[in-house]
């Protein structure tokens, strides 16, 4: 990536509040609950974090910023299980493998423990380096953190809040059988 591109942004709003999205021209970079000026620290301790340089431009006719919007208002509309944006993930290389893991391995409407996750990536011991790469997964939604719970099945930590998790994992319970988009 050209570390001098820029970061295109969106605040748009859906049935669980305000969401942000972060593009640059490779794809969705984050997606976060809240508005953009309140994120705005969050964000350039970011670009700091990952060496990136670009220019942070309200855009949201920006070609990943919107499609992320239409693919996330169809999702909360029932109409979607999977998403297609392309993500340009940022992170360490465990923590991609934990997010591909979760974006590939956990269905829309099903739940799995970190130990679950662990386990399928052929690290059991690794639960709590699990725990630590969904902790700082940046696609909310999009990447379904939120069907992640505790061993004991209870709702154990969410960046947007145990409510929405909650409300999450009721929404895709009820919409299971929807037709998949092609």
Request: contains cysteine.
């Amino acid at each position: 990536m050209n570390h001098q591109s820029f970061l295109y942004y969106d605040t748009f709003e859906t049935p669980l509040g305000s969401m942000t999205i972060l593009a640059n021209d490779e794809g969705v970079c984050r997606i976060d609950y809240g508005h953009y000026e309140d994120r705005l620290a969050a964000y350039q301790s970011w670009k700091k974090k990952h060496f990136l340089k670009g220019e942070l431009v309200y855009d949201p006719e920006q070609k990943y910023v919107a499609q992320t919007k239409v693919e996330l208002t169809d999702y909360f509309a029932g109409e979607r299980k999977e998403f297609h944006v392309p993500l340009n993930c940022y992170g360490t290389d465990f923590q991609r493998q934990v997010w591909r893991t979760l974006l590939h391995q956990v269905p829309y409407g099903e739940t799995r423990s970190y130990k679950d996750v662990a386990s399928s990536m052929r690290a059991p011991k690794a639960i709590r380096a699990v725990g630590g790469a969904v902790n700082q997964n940046p696609f909310s939604i999009i990447v379904p953190c939120h069907r992640i719970i505790g061993s004991n099945g209870k709702l154990v930590g969410y960046a947007g809040g145990l409510d929405k998790k909650q409300k999450l994992l009721e929404f895709e319970k009820e919409h299971q059988t929807i037709k998949q988009n092609q």
